[in-house]
């Protein structure tokens, strides 16, 4: 089968990508601009015709995607802008609702063989602002009050609240389409649900600086001696969110789920601990063994992840002895 990625050179999406193409299908790839297919191109020369890239200007337009779909018998959409930003909220939440809506509509009008879509959400869609000292976030949950929010203070709403407003709009928009269309449409629809991402990039970056948000929350933290402390949340690696992109497409049972995936909590100190030896003295070290008995107010429910779709998912140690190699790898030819 072939299955349409939107926003290809994204973080998130190459991996996707990758892993698409691992198992046996054939990928057509949306970016914004020819140029930003290069790299894509040659990354995936080895797949020859099983990979292709087509160029969607402007995924806000009218019909965006009508040609995009033609042909494809699946989709996962994850263009979305990810940033803290914006000063106008509509700056995310029009390109995360126009965008998801409109291939979605697309598919329903020229992608008679489509089958199934999988949209990227988020946990920023997820999580309920509670106040409780303990909260277990699971698919029931929804972040409206990011919607109220954004909706109230406009402008002045804190910049990660328009990001999560965005992603809570774009998925409720999501399900209703499937829901308002369910007798004209032939595919059902899956939402994964990711929080923070993190791992190698594969993606076209011109240095450190240029990182994706999340990546570049990882390179600050291991590049700033105050690490230790602060920022916590809950984290996946990007492989094992690639890997279930690909099972959200293969697995019949998916059908009509939202699913949170997830590797666990974590404070920037369990990646820091989780540096190899050899490598300690290059980065910040933070508080050794601070992070190990955190008490985490926000926890998330996998267990749909689990049962669904047979996740496993990395630790600390896979993920930050890759992301490292990766950053040396892309200091040395720099
Ligand atoms: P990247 O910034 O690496 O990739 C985003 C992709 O979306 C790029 O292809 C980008 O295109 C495209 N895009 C962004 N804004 C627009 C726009 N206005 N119009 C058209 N295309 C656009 O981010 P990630 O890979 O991290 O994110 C991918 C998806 O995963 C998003 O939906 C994000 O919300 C979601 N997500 C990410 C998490 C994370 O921690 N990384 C966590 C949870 C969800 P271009 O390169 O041309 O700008």
């Known amino acids: 089968g072939k299955v349409l990625v939107s926003g290809a050179n994204g973080f998130i999406a190459v991996w996707v990508v990758r892993s698409l193409l691992e198992s046996g299908f054939s990928v057509r790839g949306t970016v914004r601009s020819e140029e930003k297919g290069t790299h894509l191109k040659t990354l995936f020369a080895s797949y020859g015709d099983k990979f292709e890239v087509v160029v969607v200007p402007d995924i806000t337009a009218q019909g965006a995607f009508d040609e995009a779909v033609k042909g494809v018998d699946a989709i996962e959409h994850t263009a979305s802008p ?4 914006a000063d106008d909220p509509a700056d995310l939440i029009i390109p995360a609702v126009k965008g998801t809506v409109g291939i979605l509509e697309s598919a329903r009008k020229f992608g008679p063989a489509v089958k ?12 309920n602002n509670s106040t409780a000292p303990v909260t277990t976030l699971t698919e029931a949950d929804w972040n409206d009050g990011s919607v ?3 909706e109230e203070k406009g402008r002045d709403a804190p910049n990660a609240l328009k990001y999560r407003a965005s992603k809570t709009l774009a998925e409720r928009a999501a399900w209703k389409f499937a829901e308002d269309h369910k007798s004209e449409i032939g595919w059902d629809l899956v939402c994964l649900n990711p929080p923070l991402v993190l791992g190698p990039v594969i993606h076209e970056i011109a240095s450190p600086s240029a990182l994706n948000t999340s990546m570049a929350m990882m390179y600050t933290a291991f590049h700033n001696t105050d690490a230790g402390g602060g920022s916590s949340g809950n984290w996946i690696d990007v492989r094992d969110l690639a890997d279930a992109h690909t099972r959200a497409l293969t697995t019949a049972a998916a059908g009509g789920e939202r699913i949170i995936v997830a590797s666990g909590a974590y404070v920037w100190q369990n990646f820091l601990d989780a540096t190899p030896e050899e490598k300690k003295a290059k980065y910040s070290a933070g508080v050794p063994g601070s992070g190990k008995d955190v008490q ?9 992840s689990v049962r669904l779709l047979g996740m496993k998912y990395r630790g600390f140690e896979e993920t930050t002895r890759d992301a490292i190699q990766d950053w040396e790898e892309k200091e040395e030819l720099h």
Request: cysteine-free; aromatic content about 8%.
């Open 82 to 85: 990810f940033h803290f930003q």
């Open 116 to 127: 199934r879509i999988v949209v990227t959400s988020s946990v920023a869609a997820v999580m």
């Open 148 to 150: 109220k929010a954004v």
């Open 296 to 304: 985490h107010s926000v926890l998330l429910d996998t267990s749909k």
